[in-house]
């Protein structure tokens, strides 16, 4: 079946320091989302990429959709504590039916 | 306020005992579904909902029950639960048709002894 994979699973950074996730599919999406969940919390929208190559900003995050829509990336410039939590990709698949979650990357900064 | 509401947020049971947990959303969302998370795992679906009286098996569905009689519920039955089943589960919904945003419930933690 779709797989969706994400690395690293957890990164510890100092504060100021920047952060990266990667999420990768099995198979060609026809969009990806990325979702953050705080700590005892529940996942929460951030983005949705639909175009091959990609590229948004919100802030300090920085979201890329791959050439080949199979890839994708959440990059956060100079981390603060805000940050923490634990960060999702979910993709579309062709079918149009269901939304593939990544395996997620925990983050925690470190004041 | 636009919500997904699950019930209840904490929930032990033992073995074998049947038990329900609702999910109703106020935002007429046409998609609804439920996700189990485990650590390492991410979130993984266990069924989701098209539409009233149109439900599908997502990657995790044994041992699972739903059911979509009105568009603003979709409670999950789990009829012989078992320890394997302890996991956090959440509740999601979307108009999805346009490709819209996942909204979630806040998280139900079960523990099965």
Not at chain 1, 30 to 38: E, F, L, T
Not at chain 2, 2 to 21: C, D, E, F, H, S
Not at chain 2, 44 to 73: A, H, L
């Amino acid at each position: 079946g779709q797989q969706v994979m994400q690395i690293p699973q957890y990164q510890h950074v100092q504060e100021g320091e920047d952060f990266t996730t990667y999420c990768n599919s099995s198979t060609t999406l026809s969009n990806i989302q990325w979702y953050k969940q705080r700590p005892g919390g529940h996942p929460v929208f951030l983005i949705q990429l639909v175009k091959s190559g990609e590229v948004k900003k919100q802030k300090r995050l920085t979201f890329q959709f791959g050439e080949a829509k199979k890839n994708s990336s959440l990059h956060i410039t100079a981390t603060q504590t805000t940050d923490v939590g634990t960060y999702f990709c979910a993709g579309m698949g062709r079918t149009g039916n269901q939304f593939y979650f990544g395996t997620g990357t925990s983050l925690t900064v470190i004041p | 306020e636009a919500q997904v509401t699950q019930n209840p947020r904490y929930l032990i049971t033992v073995t074998g005992k049947k038990l329900t947990v609702t999910c109703s959303q106020n935002m007429n969302h046409e998609y609804m579904s439920w996700y189990r998370q485990d650590p390492g795992l991410g979130l993984r679906q266990i069924y989701y909902s098209m539409n009233v009286e149109v439900t599908d098996k997502g990657d995790v569905p044994e041992g699972y029950k739903v059911s979509r009689k009105e568009k603003r519920n979709f409670p999950l039955i789990l009829e012989s639960p078992s320890p394997n089943q302890t996991s956090l589960y959440f509740c999601a919904s979307s108009l999805f048709r346009t490709g819209e945003k996942l909204f979630f419930g806040s998280g139900t933690q079960l523990s099965v002894l």
